[in-house]
């Protein structure tokens, strides 16, 4: 009974320090198979269990053999209870790329890639409105007045945003 104690103990540790190191699913089957062998050379567990282990480790590991006998079905079964996607999900999904947000998220984010990107400049029209109608709006300002006296812009700030804006 000690030796099978131990076995689990091996099991949970090992699973733990694949997971740590992020293992491929190669190497979580050999640690399992390893595992499932030595239980049953160590104490009464049927040799057929090992057998079945290594069919169901071939079947997880091969993936022509995987897609064909486990993903294959288990999409098309998906497939049909899931609705259609909306036009709306579909542009949305099409609508560009994940940039380098992909590698953020993922948690090994290429800081080298990162800096390669060029630096994105203003064109002349975009400049030319921060430089003008921009910085004569956060001119005319002020902060406390706004928030804390008037609780409302000033009529002459949004005189000024009525007449420069594009759109009046």
Known sequence: MAHILLMLLFAVLASLLLGYLRAS???????????????????????????IVVVLAVLFN?????????????FSIFRKITPP???TESQAINAGTVWW???LFSGKPDYQRLLAFKKPTLTR??????DGPTEALCRM???????HERKDLPPEVWQFIMTTASWA
């Open 125 to 130: 029209e975009e400049q030319a409105f921060l």
């Open 62 to 74: 091969v993936k022509p053999l995987r897609r064909l006998v486990l993903t294959g079905p288990i």
């Open 141 to 147: 300002l002020d902060d406390w007045s706004i928030v």
């Open 85 to 87: 996607m909306s036009e």
């Open 101 to 103: 947000d992909r590698d």
């Open 25 to 51: 699913l190669v190497a979580w089957t050999v640690v399992f198979v390893g595992a499932v062998a030595a239980a049953t050379y160590a104490s009464t567990l049927p040799p057929a269990l090992l057998a």
